[in-house]
T-cell receptor, first 116, second 111 residues
Framework: DGGITQSPKYLFRKEGQNVTLSCEQN?????MYWYRQDPGQGLRLIYY???????QKGDIAEGYSVSREKKESFPLTVTSAQKNPTAFYLC???????????????FGQGTRLTVV | EDQVTQSPEALRLQEGESSSLNCSYTVSGLRGLFWYRQDPGKGPEFLFT???AGEEKEKERLKATLTKKESFLHITAPKPEDSATYLC????????????FGTGTRLLVSP
């Protein structure tokens, strides 16, 4: 079955540590995204990537880093510079169309990160 | 400036009691409006894409409609398994493929 796999489902981080969240897709999608979800707020875009070896900052990129070395993979690192990292992190992918019309994004099951 | 506003924040229905959820948006030149369903602790599940005013999409008990300023998700004769948070998103007019999400409507359907 095609889909998006995020791991781990739960992650605990100590103060000052960097942690990496995994996201893998087998949908053959060009575009991949990372969103953050906090209670009472809409999903907010952290980073996105249209093609391999290229990515752009979203609205809340400070304290995060990404890489896109393979089409299938888009890992997110939460660095110690991120002051409030406790949140639910969602990875998504979509077909990339260069024209005006967007296409729907499909999401993974999320990683809940907690700072301890 | 809020681009996507969903109402109500929460809605409680009895099984079989039909209702509608609202998503109003302020972006100009809409490139796409998306509805998702999200269960607690899970990722959003794609439901519908709407591109132009007057467009309608249906799936089981759900029907999404679109006007120039808002979209409605109509739920006909809901069942308890329809309980979830329903999210609306529009494409950010400043960038391709960037979605701007509302805060969602939490729906609870009681038997």
């Amino acid at each position: 079955d095609g889909g998006i796999t995020q791991s781990p489902k739960y992650l605990f981080r100590k103060e000052g540590q960097n942690v990496t969240l995994s996201c893998e897709q087998n949908l053959n999608h060009d575009a991949m995204y990372w969103y953050r979800q906090d209670p009472g707020q809409g999903l907010r875009l952290i980073y996105y990537s249209q093609i391999v070896n290229d990515f752009q900052k979203g609205d809340i990129a400070e304290g995060y880093s990404v890489s896109r070395e393979k089409k299938e993979s888009f890992p997110l690192t939460v660095t110690s510079a991120q002051k409030n990292p406790t949140a639910f992190y969602l990875c998504a992918s979509s077909i990339w169309r260069g024209g005006r019309m967007n296409t729907e994004a499909f999401f993974g099951q999320g990683t809940r990160l907690t700072v301890v | 400036e809020d681009q996507v506003t969903q109402s109500p924040e929460a809605l409680r229905l009895q099984e079989g009691e039909s209702s509608s959820l609202n998503c109003s948006y302020t972006v100009s030149g809409l490139r796409g409006l998306f509805w998702y369903r999200q269960d607690p602790g899970k990722g959003p599940e794609f439901l519908f894409t709407l591109y132009s005013a007057g467009e309608e999409k249906e799936k089981e008990r759900l029907k999404a409609t679109l006007t120039k300023k808002e979209s409605f998700l109509h739920i006909t004769a809901p069942k308890p398994e329809d309980s979830a948070t329903y999210l609306c998103a529009v494409q950010d007019p400043t960038g391709f493929q960037k979605l701007v999400f509302g805060t969602g409507t939490r729906l609870l359907v009681s038997p």
